[in-house]
């Protein structure tokens, strides 16, 4: 009995997140001290194919449940590899990225999925399917956590490096010039990443032209963001954070948690903080020099986050 193991990182939108949906550019970097991990072995004959997320209760057969997101990403690899009977499959599916936290947790999922049937299924790594093979049948399985994902969140997690990802163009690389620090807070609020999409196409097509303004306010300070991180210009990162979140806010896409959290971390020694993903609840992000990340991470605790993590981004 052969076991494979695959797994794929969480994610942070550092700029860009709703503007991205409507053609502007983001910025997103991946989070490896979060993942998703997969482990597939082989189940005795006749058994069929099974998937199992017992974090979240889920137990889905591939026969039985075939709309199934669990599903949907093995069945996709497996018409991608050619196979045509069911294979005899146990997959379990573990992660430690927060759920509806905005930091891409049915991305990553997805993601672990489709590698791990991939490799089971031929085991000569070079004969595999590339990164953009995977990343389009995440894209399809994203479609039905909501109905209008950018793409940039399976993007980010499917080729695990920062990524500035313009909708419909390919993802660019880019350096960082001088590595920094991000605290990464959970709100402790479940926030579902298609309900805000969509309340946002609800005020874009009441009103066009001002959220049209906004996007583009958005989509420059991205590319201002990407200017800094090129030039290794760290210092210009937090007034960014902090002008990108009166963007957010005018999306109305904050919530008071949100804003209590981003407020306690500025004043604990973060440059600048925002909301990180779709918004009213999940994850903040907030920019803050190494020798502060410490005060910034048990500032948020104490005021009651539900978790906080450092990570560097760059090496
Ligand atoms: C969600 O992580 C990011 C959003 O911009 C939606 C999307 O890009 O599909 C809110």
């Known amino acids: 009995m052969t076991t494979t193991t695959a797994t794929a990182p969480g994610k942070v939108i550092l700029f860009g997140e709703h503007a991205v949906v409507y053609g502007r550019a983001a910025i ?3 989070v490896a001290k979060v993942k998703a991990t997969v482990t597939l072995t082989d189940a005795p004959a006749g058994a069929g194919c099974t998937i199992a997320a017992p974090d979240i209760g889920a137990h889905v057969s591939l026969s039985d449940h075939p709309q ?21 499959w146990q997959l379990t599916v573990r ?16 993601a672990a999925l489709v590698k ?14 590339d990164a953009g093979t995977v990343n389009r049948i995440v894209y399809e399985v994203e479609k039905l956590h909501h109905a209008n994902p950018s793409g940039i969140d ?15 163009q390919p993802p660019l690389r880019f ?11 959970d709100t402790g609020i479940a926030s579902s990443t298609a309900a805000v999409v969509s309340d946002v196409r609800r005020a874009w097509e009441s009103d066009r032209l001002s959220y049209e303004e906004i996007f583009d306010g958005i989509g420059e300070t991205a590319a201002a963001a990407r200017r800094a991180i090129v030039s290794g210009n760290v210092d210009a990162l937090g007034p960014l954070m902090r002008a990108n979140q009166r963007l957010l806010r005018r999306l109305d896409v904050s919530a008071p948690e949100l804003e209590r959290l981003i407020a306690v971390a500025e004043e604990a020694g973060s440059a600048g ?32 986050a539900a978790g906080a993590v450092i990570t560097q981004v760059g090496s």
């Open 273 to 304: 903080a925002k909301l990180s993903g779709a918004g009213r609840g999940g994850n903040l992000i907030a920019v803050v020099e190494y020798q502060k990340v410490e005060a910034v991470q048990e500032a948020l605790l104490a005021a009651g």
């Open 154 to 168: 399976n993007t980010v997690v499917v080729y695990a490096q920062p990524v500035w990802f313009v909708r419909g």
């Open 68 to 88: 199934d997101p669990l599903a949907l990403a093995v069945r996709l690899a497996l018409e991608e590899a050619g196979l045509q009977a069911e294979p005899d």
């Open 28 to 30: 997103a970097v991946p």
């Open 95 to 110: 992660s430690d990225i927060p759920i509806a936290g905005g930091m891409g947790s049915g991305a990553a999922v997805s």
């Open 175 to 185: 350096d960082i010039a001088s590595p920094f620090h991000l605290v990464i807070a």
């Open 116 to 129: 791990a049937a991939f490799a089971h299924s031929e085991p000569d790594a070079c004969a595999q399917p």
